[in-house]
């Protein structure tokens, strides 16, 4: 199911007995696994279980108490152009003083200390990247005229333009109508086609992804596991994660849906 | 003419204009203007207009403080202009306990202005300028101390502009690339600590967000281009000292009042001229208050 990338050896992601704490709050322990590079894997759970935390402690941004994390076989923080993220609301403090393109060049420059413009080079790659989420159109125009969805291509634009390896997305389908939603998604996947870039999206609602992803981490009674997807999309599993029972049915062409149980 | 007199124009303002004290009034004010230009964007993006007010009341009991111990009031006002702003700036990202804070420590220090001033008996002056300004008393000595000021501030803006600019517009994707999101908040309420002194011996406390902040808002709303808008901003601010200082040599106003007044009625006019463009623009692309969610228009058709 993963393809595999002569090139890239190191798994995307491998935790060793890895523990998060927060303040002085346990936030999940005890997290052994590997991802493979190039896959599209989901990271789910309940609302406070720690999927930021996960997610910080892969940027860099949360040591972890214990344990020992690598990505792509390196310490997390170490290479902070391999791996491209896109928050959860995007652009919502100063959409208004900044134009997309200028964003999205931010991605590339914006750790360079002191002045001076952005290279032929640097100008050309920002092109290549907004056409490539077709963005071109609306690239002019200031971040907060844009609609949601227009809004979050120039977040992925802005995220990849440093040709990352990883790509983060958090919640990057919530607050987005449906046809958005699945617009963004085939954009996951051709991106993914394209760029082979390792993908890791946090979801609530993992419907409009589930044909794309390889596996998914999951955060079960205080501890980070992953599995196929396969192995994930069960009533069981998924009624004990959420708390709530859930039900996977198959559409009739013979895809998987969850649903709220009966 | 009758209207111009009874308004208490001056027959001989362009005199006025060419005395030695004028001349100090221009160029302090101008590099005060320069310095805002520069300042305002970041503080508009930031939200930081609160904390940039703030600031100027702490630096309040600084300067009476200095009066009753005897040393220069731009001294205190510089130790408790630097102070507060490492205290705002080590409070994080919060913004609504940095709002509760800020405003809680802003109404205490203006009493202790106020009390540190009624202890003094002759720095009820110091209180006026430092409320209020006054540029028409700059001297040869602040004009040094303005453009060192300015040096410093231009210098480190340059150094830190693109992480800075990155931290501001986009934090948390700053913060996941490595930018010093934290470092760079400190250092930039340091830098706005320095543009409130100087412009608060230029326009005072209580009117120093017409040159810092509405100059940069107005050129937020002429070009989504930040190094654009901080020219515009500079623009703004420069003529409203050059316009206000003319203005108040011809009818003898104070000053302070006039550049408030040019750089508040340029806002209104350009944010008028916004206003009616964008009711005349269809509808999905206003998108200034347009929520995500109310937005998610078809992602290929921008226009509809």
């Known amino acids: 199911m993963f393809r595999s990338d002569p090139d890239r050896g190191a798994a995307a992601l491998a935790l060793t007995g890895v523990s998060a704490v927060r303040g002085r709050r346990l936030i999940w322990s005890e997290a052994t696994f590997e991802v493979p590079a190039g896959g599209i894997v989901a990271l789910i759970g309940a609302n406070g279980a720690g999927k930021t935390t996960l997610l910080h402690m892969i940027l860099g941004l949360v040591p972890p108490a214990s344990g020992e994390v690598r990505v792509f076989g390196r310490r997390p923080g170490e290479d902070n152009d391999g791996i491209g993220y896109v928050p959860q609301d995007y652009g919502a403090t100063a959409g208004e003083a900044i134009r997309a393109r200028d964003m999205v060049t931010l991605g590339l420059t914006g750790r360079r200390w002191a002045f001076g413009q952005t290279n032929p080079a640097q100008r050309q790659r920002v092109r290549e990247i907004l056409a490539a989420v077709d963005a071109t159109d609306f690239a002019e125009r200031r971040l907060a005229q844009l609609s949601g969805g227009q809004r979050q291509r120039i977040a992925i634009a802005e995220a990849l333009v440093s040709g990352p390896r990883m790509l983060i997305l958090d919640e990057p389908l919530a607050s987005l109508d449906l046809r958005s939603q699945r617009e963004i998604a085939s954009l996951l996947g051709r991106l993914h086609r394209e760029l082979g870039v390792t993908i890791l999206v946090v979801a609530h609602d993992l419907n409009p992804l589930l044909s794309l992803l390889d596996s998914a981490i999951y955060l079960l009674d205080g501890h980070p596991h992953h599995a196929s997807m396969t192995d994930v999309v069960d009533d069981a599993l998924l009624t004990h994660l959420y708390g709530t029972p859930v039900q996977v049915v198959h559409t009739p062409q013979g895809e998987p849906y969850m649903r709220s149980a009966p | ?304």
């Open chain 2, 1 to 304: 003419m009758t209207a111009l007199v009874a308004m208490g124009y001056q027959p001989h303002w362009w005199t006025i204009l060419g005395s030695p004290f004028m001349h100090n009034a221009l160029i302090g004010g101008t590099v005060v203007a320069l310095a805002s230009g520069l300042m305002g964007y970041f503080i508009v993006v930031r939200r930081n207009a609160f904390a940039s007010h703030a600031l100027a009341h702490i630096g309040l009991p600084g300067a009476t403080g200095a009066v009753l111990l005897g040393v220069p009031p731009v001294l205190g006002l510089g130790v408790f202009c630097v102070g507060g702003a490492l205290v705002i700036g080590a409070m994080g990202k919060r913004m609504a306990d940095r709002d509760v804070v800020t405003g809680t420590v802003l109404a205490f220090a203006t009493g202790l202005g106020l009390f540190f001033n009624s202890l003094a008996t002759k720095s009820s002056s110091t209180m006026t300028n430092v409320l209020f300004g006054n540029l028409l008393a700059i001297t040869g000595d602040q004009l040094v101390g303005f453009s060192v000021l300015f040096a410093i501030l231009t210098l480190c803006v340059g150094l830190v502009y693109r992480p800075l600019l990155y931290s501001s517009v986009n934090a948390p994707v700053a913060e996941a690339k490595g930018v010093p999101v934290r470092a760079l908040s400190v250092v930039f309420m340091v830098l706005l600590a320095l543009a409130v002194m100087m412009a608060v011996q230029a326009v005072g406390t209580l009117l120093l967000s017409a040159l810092l902040i509405t100059p940069a808002a107005t050129g937020i709303m002429l070009t989504p281009r930040p190094s654009r808008a901080m020219a515009i901003a500079a623009v703004i601010s420069v003529v409203s000292v050059w316009v206000g200082l003319g203005a108040s040599a011809m009818f003898n106003v104070p000053p302070s009042f006039l550049v408030v007044t040019v750089a508040c009625g340029i806002w209104l006019a350009v944010w008028s001229v916004d206003r009616a463009r964008q009711s005349r623009r269809p509808a999905g692309q206003s998108g200034v208050d347009h929520p995500v969610h109310a937005m998610a228009a078809p992602t290929r058709c921008p226009t509809k």
